[in-house]
């Protein structure tokens, strides 16, 4: 989740989503199993085989939330010099209630289903 305090515009060094990295991050993750990734170094894996990833701004109103899933490269931009008003956002955790279930067919959360898809 991405809260917007503030209004964020193209203008105002929006944070930057790689649309579709989601799927991506999904197959490189899936050989580490249940035991995961080494953060630092899987981040710096997914930053570059997304780099074909279309970027996508992430703008809005103040009060403006957008939901976004956890797999989602993104990133900071410098704030330009035309960027003169502070901009306000924050990304609180947001724990799952159960523990995922990538191996189910139906009645699955949209988080798995985008995994199990993304795996084939």
Known sequence: MLFLYTDVGPDDAPTLLRS?????????????????????PFCGEA????????EVAATGRAGDVHLVHPFVVHR???????ARR????????????REPAFDLVAGTAPVERVVREALG
């Open 20 to 40: 579709g990295s989601h799927h991506e991050v999904a197959r490189l993750l899936a050989p580490h199993g249940s035991a995961g990734a080494d953060w630092l």
């Open 47 to 54: 930053v570059r085989a997304t780099a074909g990833c279309r």
């Open 76 to 82: 900071a931009q410098a704030m330009s010099s035309a």
């Open 86 to 97: 502070p901009r306000v956002i924050a990304q609180p955790p947001l724990e799952p209630a």
